[in-house]
Nanobody, 119 residues
Framework: QVQLVESGGGLVQPGGSLRLSCVASGRGFTILTTSWYRQAPGKQRELVATIIGGSTNYADSVKGRFTISRDNAKNTVYLQMNSLKPEDTAVYSC??????????????WGQGTLVTVSS
């Protein structure tokens, strides 16, 4: 079984920064892609950023402010968020497409971490 655990959320003032972490654990798995999603109250879930190997993609709303990166040795993906705005307030969740020899390819979600941007 593969699990994702996010951390790093919290309360930050507008213009501030936070770094989210997503740690994958389990046995015999390969992570194919990892993405960060967010969902604000009353809104649909939004894809924020994706990392596939060395390639990254971002939503237009976060380009130039957010950076997704990975540390393969730690099975961890990060989301560095700078110049935060009140509209960035949301629950941020990590999603991974994972391969195991036993189960093939499947998706895993973390439990989410709340980011609140407010003065």
């Amino acid at each position: 079984q593969v699990q994702l655990v996010e951390s790093g959320g919290g309360l930050v003032q507008p213009g501030g920064s936070l770094r989210l972490s997503c740690v994958a654990s389990g046995r015999g798995f390969t992570i194919l892609t990892t993405s960060w999603y967010r969902q604000a109250p009353g809104k649909q879930r939004e894809l924020v950023a994706t990392i596939i190997g060395g390639s990254t993609n971002y939503a237009d709303s976060v380009k130039g402010r957010f950076t997704i990166s990975r540390d393969n040795a730690k099975n961890t993906v990060y989301l560095q968020m700078n110049s935060l705005k009140p509209e960035d307030t949301a629950v941020y969740s990590c999603n991974a497409k994972v391969f195991t020899p036993r189960d093939g390819t499947f998706e895993v979600w973390g439990q989410g971490t709340l980011v609140t941007v407010s003065s």
